[in-house]
């Protein structure tokens, strides 16, 4: 299982960013799978996801209450990627960004995520 994250950079406030997750060794079908942030001295947190409830049905998306209205989370099955447009950008959104998933992550919740891509770094300056 690989994924490799891509599309990070340096915004200006009110901009916007499409980070792309591409995976390989494995089809995102079966898989739970989110975009998660980290910025200098917070912990990890959950920004989107497409959950998997009971390790069965899919859920979400779920957005993390500081991203709702402006970023997107999307999947193309056929690409094995998944995406996270990102509009109306603030400075508080500045962290790296990773991929991940797993066959379960019924929340998101990074504990319950296996597998991680590399991260990309987003920054917004105001």
């Known amino acids: 299982v690989q994924l490799q994250a891509s599309g990070g950079g340096l915004v200006q406030v009110g901009g916007s960013l499409r980070l792309s997750c591409a995976a390989s060794?494995?089809?995102?079908?079966?898989?739970?799978v989110g975009w998660f942030r980290q910025a200098p001295g917070k912990e990890r947190e959950g920004v989107a996801c497409f959950s998997r409830l009971d390790g069965i049905t899919f859920t979400g998306p779920y957005y993390t209450d500081s991203v709702k209205g402006r970023f997107t989370i999307s999947r193309d099955n056929a690409k094995n990627t998944v995406y996270l447009q990102m509009n109306s950008l603030k400075p508080e959104d500045t962290a790296v960004y990773y991929c991940?998933?797993?066959?379960?992550?019924?929340?998101?919740?990074?504990?319950?995520?296996?597998?991680w891509g590399q991260g990309t770094q987003v920054t917004v300056s105001s």
């Open positions: 060794g494995f089809s995102f079908d079966n898989y739970a």
């Open positions: 991940a998933t797993d066959t379960g992550g019924y929340a998101c919740l990074p504990a319950l995520y296996s597998y």
